[in-house]
């Protein structure tokens, strides 16, 4: 049987899913610290918070907000991104969230996983229905489901 148990309210587009007894011992307080660091065509190197506070700011040099300048391929993402100090933090989960797939596993201090899992939410901030799946039998949970967006069939309808 599936039931919806609750909802979840999202604030930063993403949610942790872990055992709440590692919450005291194993959140490190850490501030979401990323360098995005891009380089034109021309071999300038346009860094985010330093050269431009947000994607949609214009630079001055070029006339277009580096969106726009991604968008016209004058820019490639140069790898830099530091891992977090504490992998079990604020910074740890924006790190994974921002990643290709949007996802990550949380390690505990010691650096073994297991201590959660993060995930990036469908269409960020919200509050999100939480269906768990009750077997009829034991009345036990089997799974929860958090649905960050309806099916595209569904979204027609």
């Known amino acids: 049987m599936k039931k919806e148990i609750g909802v979840v ?3 930063s587009g993403q949610i942790v899913i872990c055992d709440p007894c590692y919450i005291d011992s194993e959140w490190k307080k850490e501030e979401f610290n990323i360098r995005r660091i891009h380089q034109h065509i021309d071999g300038t190197i346009l860094e985010y918070q330093k050269d431009f506070p947000h994607y949609e ?11 726009q ?4 391929s004058e820019a490639v993402e140069l790898p830099h991104n530091e891992p977090a100090k504490h992998p079990f933090s604020y910074n740890a989960c924006c790190k994974a969230t921002c990643g290709p797939d949007g996802v990550g596993q949380l390690n505990y201090e010691h650096g073994h996983p297991g201590v959660g899992v993060v995930s990036s939410t469908g269409y960020g901030d919200g509050v999100y229905p939480v269906i768990a799946d009750i077997d009829d039998r034991s009345g036990r949970i089997r799974s929860i489901t958090i649905h960050f967006m309806e099916d595209e069939e569904d979204a027609d309808i």
């Open 69 to 72: 300048i991604n968008a016209d």
């Open 9 to 11: 309210g999202v604030d």
């Open 57 to 67: 700011a214009v630079i001055p040099k070029y006339g277009k907000t580096m969106n």
